[in-house]
């Protein structure tokens, strides 16, 4: 871990940030007392779950060929007849 005078760490910021990214910790002091510790961001992932891939399920599930054919006409009564759905003047 190395120290650096708060001047010298303005300077270097961005070298000082790299170093920081790849695993270094760095004290920033004033006047030879330490004030900050630039230290790496850890990415952390909540209660051990994997993080989800793409494609996690490809082969497990299909689709059907009529997956966006038009409804039957009973079921689009239904729709149209507000079984479904109750009618808007039933709302207070």
């Given at each position: 871990?190395?120290?650096?005078?708060?001047?010298?760490?303005?300077?270097?910021?961005?070298?000082?940030?790299?170093?920081?990214?790849?695993?270094?910790?760095?004290?920033?002091?004033?006047?030879?007392?330490?004030?900050?510790?630039?230290?790496?961001?850890?990415?952390?992932?909540?209660?051990?779950?994997?993080?989800?891939?793409?494609?996690?399920?490809?082969g497990k599930y299909t689709i059907p060929d009529d997956f966006d054919a038009p409804l039957p006409d009973e079921v689009l009564a239904l729709f149209h007849?507000?079984?479904?759905?109750?009618?808007?003047?039933?709302?207070?």
């Amino acid at each position: 871990m190395e120290t650096f005078n708060i001047r010298e760490a303005k300077k270097h910021s961005s070298k000082l940030a790299e170093g920081a990214a790849s695993g270094e910790e760095i004290d920033i002091a004033k006047a030879g007392k330490p004030m900050a510790k630039l230290v790496p961001i850890e990415a952390k992932v909540s209660d051990n779950r994997q993080p989800c891939k793409l494609g996690l399920f490809a082969g497990k599930y299909t689709i059907p060929d009529d997956f966006d054919a038009p409804l039957p006409d009973e079921v689009l009564a239904l729709f149209h007849e507000g079984a479904l759905f109750p009618d808007e003047s039933d709302k207070p």
